[in-house]
């Protein structure tokens, strides 16, 4: 070797000064104990069972905890099926968590399951947690059925009637934009009736909310990325600069109401 040309070389010390330090992994969400959700779920259910024990045909686990997409902060979300006519509404808190259970007689729940918007998503990956007959596993069946057909379409009405109905939401907004709370307030009324037509005239069930956004970029970008900008805005100005624009991109073929004066 040629030590005449040692000095020429970087030493240990210059090549390590040379490399860049690796960064710390950022800080990972603390995991969530999914067995204490399950020990959630069974008290709410022994309570469902304690109060409509005698007429109790099925508890079905639907949202997040039946799709397994468990956080932090997700609810219990419980449908209790009942005999005869049922419509009860109850929210009470286990531990961390909340839990809100819907009583709903389970003929009224076969009526409408044909017809209904909402219920073929939410009940096609229930999670049965008692069933009597197997009532509540053969309406998860006909609501995986219902699913795979795809949302009743909307009428020309229906369809005038939802852009009429993001319009009123719209135009109270801007009778108080200066009123900037009261204002904002309305434009999330209207961004809930623009997210039901988007999925209604698209002919697509509705998701769980926290999917929405990303499901309207999935099929739509420009939507999608006007509704982003609509929720990311930082003045009232802007929001409803965004709203003036989602409505006629949406209802671009709506018919406005018909005139009769």
Known sequence: MDTNNSGTLPTREELN?????IPAP??????VNEPAYEDVVAVAFRHVRGRRGGDLVSVILVGSGARRA????????????VKGQAEGHEIVRIADRLVDIR???????????????????????????YDHDGIGANLIERANQRFRQ???PASM?????????????????????????????????????????????????LTAP?????????RDAVLGDLAGRFLAASTLAER????????????????NPARID
């Not at 000064?17 to 330090?21: D, G, I, N, S």
């Not at 932090?72 to 449908?79: F, K, M, N, R, Y």
């Not at 009429?164 to 135009?171: D, E, N, S």
């Not at 307030?185 to 809930?192: A, K, Q, R, S, V």
């Open 103 to 129: 009583y709903r007689g389970h003929k009224e729940v076969e009526e409408e399951l044909p017809y209904s918007p909402r219920l073929p998503p939410l009940l096609r990956k229930g999670r049965i947690l």
């Open 150 to 152: 795809g949302p009743p």
């Open 26 to 31: 950022p800080e990972q969400p603390e995991a």
């Open 240 to 255: 409803l600069n965004c709203a003036r624009d989602l409505v006629p991109l949406l209802f671009k073929d709506v018919p």
């Open 157 to 205: 009405n229906e369809q005038i009637r939802m852009k009429a109905g993001c319009l009123h939401w719209l135009g109270k907004a801007q009778d108080v934009a200066d009123k900037p709370s009261t204002a904002n307030y309305l434009l999330m009324l209207f961004f809930d009736d623009f997210v039901n037509a988007f999925f209604r005239l698209r002919g697509l069930w």
């Open 70 to 81: 468990v956080t932090a902060h997700s609810d219990v979300d419980l449908i209790a099926l």
């Open 210 to 218: 926290i999917d929405v956004p990303r499901f309207i970029t999935s």
């Open 17 to 21: 000064a040379e490399l860049l330090e």
